[in-house]
């Protein structure tokens, strides 16, 4: 449930920047700072691990899935099989400077939980997920009249992971429910690229197919 | 005539525990073991094994430590039962621990009877086996002996430290007893504490060799003894715990032993039963009962909250180890929650560790078995490791 593997990002994968790296793991990654210790929640295969440890990183991670575990143990990165609904609660408080939850907030069965735990164990979190606001989605659901399926979301609604879809305005909203302060905020558009224009939110919220925030505890 | 045959046996039984097929280390009276029993015992004696180089740095050391039943012979014909090494899957040439770029360790644990000290081992004092003499010892006592050992060797630092059941439960102790000489642990199999139901197991083995009565107090080599069915029926049993249901459905079902129809006796009819006899006949030829006790004493004794007042994070704060924790979904002698434990207060303590749980239906002894899933993780664990602390290749 919490892979990324699951989760198929389609069109961002054909986005990679010069390194080969998707986009939106490269974005998260910029948010980082060099020399943190970082949990990844969900880290599936450990491609974004990877590439923060290439930037002196010191990377944790947590993933569902078996393989993903094993993959990323026979590539020497420190991860445990675990589930991110149960198993944050295990982690002290201030334990990291960074928790992201990448692609996989909506397939949590507590998101505004898996977000609290967040703040609690890391001093910043970043969360990327893709947007139920966006134009598309809004457009088959108004128009076909049933759950909306893209080439990045392509579950028919009896089978998907992703359980708990938000759009951009809905996390927002749930940012500031926990008490969370939003230091960044980053929207993809559905080629995987990043919107540079300074646009409002309701923009953000109808053309960005994916977002990225870093968000820091309100003190 | 009687007696000549009990002298002999008794020389062939105790020949093992004090002049082992294997280089011993023998520490002088003035070199005791501090032992949890609140005994300075001396003199100690060590057997061990060794494979592959050390390099020239002294860092490509990695301890390798035994289960209850096993012994130093990791990958070499054991020289009581002609049999291979007991971990000819995990240890050797291009094996996921590679002893030709590791040097692999591996001592006999204090309280076994393969040239370690241990119950069967002379009591210079009586010139007889010690027997219940014998101090009563512990998982950290095995360790502090390792320890002595690579002290003794010249080996400041372990570049790994590997282990199922008892064995895990002496990694985590050395992670937590020598933080600084241990770069990467890989407790396997095991838990941070011996829980209430392996200890009732256990107790079970004990009186079954308590209740034979060529036990005889213990005392069995001076009757020219051998509680050879009462050690039988423990090593019965506790091979029931290192299995599972679906292994042994998989291996025998309901299966008849060289026959078509029930014998309406008490004779081995079935395939299962047949498979347990002869575990037990085979297990008590190489293992002395006495040190079956102790071993598994040691295993119940084993708690390390008990260490740092009842949390397990506190024994690993700060620590520098990198950890590979690894459990088998069947296993439930040392199930996946006790590893989760262990991950759970690593996790607490800031530790840097990695978790997989392997999907075998092979139970507890998966660790010793061809599971590649368990050798993909071991191997890339370890030349993650290896990258850290700069190891050639």
Known sequence: ?219 | MAEATTTLDLADRTREADHPHSPVVRFAADQPLRLDAGVDFAPLQLAYQTYGTLDAERSNAVLICHALTGDQHVVNTHPVTGKPGWWETMVGPGRPIDTERYFVICPNVVGGCMGSSGPASTNPATRLPWGLDFPVITVRDMVRAQAMLLDHLGIDSLFAVAGGSMGGMQVLQWAASYPQRVFAALPIAAATRHSAQNIAFHEVGRQAVMADPDWRGGRYFAHGTNPRRGLAVARMGAHITYLSDAALHRKFGRRFQNRDNPTFSFDADFQVESYLRHQGITFVERFDANSYLYLTRAMDYFDLAGDYDGVVANGFRGTPTRFCVISFTSDWLFPTSESRAIVHALNAAGARVSFAEITTDKGHDAFLLDEPELFAIVRGFLEGAARARGLSA
């Open chain 1, 1 to 219: 449930m919490l892979s990324r593997v699951k989760y198929d990002l389609t069109m961002a994968e054909a986005a990679r920047g010069p390194g080969g790296a998707r986009i939106d793991l490269l974005v998260v990654a910029a948010m980082v700072d060099h020399g943190a210790r970082v949990l990844d929640v969900g880290c599936g295969d450990g491609e974004l691990l990877r590439l923060l440890e290439s930037r002196g990183v010191d990377g944790r991670g947590i993933e569902l899935s078996r393989e993903g575990v094993n993959e990323c143990v026979v590539k020497g990165l420190a991860v445990v099989q675990g589930d991110a609904d149960t198993d944050l609660a295990a982690y002290p408080d201030d334990a990291f400077d960074y928790v992201i939850l990448s692609q996989t907030l909506q397939a949590t069965r507590q998101p505004r939980a898996v977000l609290e735990h967040m703040l609690r164990i890391g001093r910043r979190a970043i969360v990327s997920f893709p947007n139920f606001g966006h134009w598309n989605i809004r457009l088959q659901i108004l128009l076909g009249g049933q759950m909306p399926r893209t080439r990045n979301l392509p579950y028919a609604w009896y089978e998907t992971p992703n359980i708990h879809f938000c759009s951009i305005k809905d996390f927002r909203e749930l940012c500031l429910q926990v008490g969370a302060r939003m230091d960044q905020a980053v929207a993809l558009n559905a080629w995987g690229r990043q919107m540079r224009l300074k646009m409002p939110w309701w923009f953000w919220n109808l053309f960005g197919e994916q977002a990225v925030f870093l968000l820091s505890r309100r003190s």
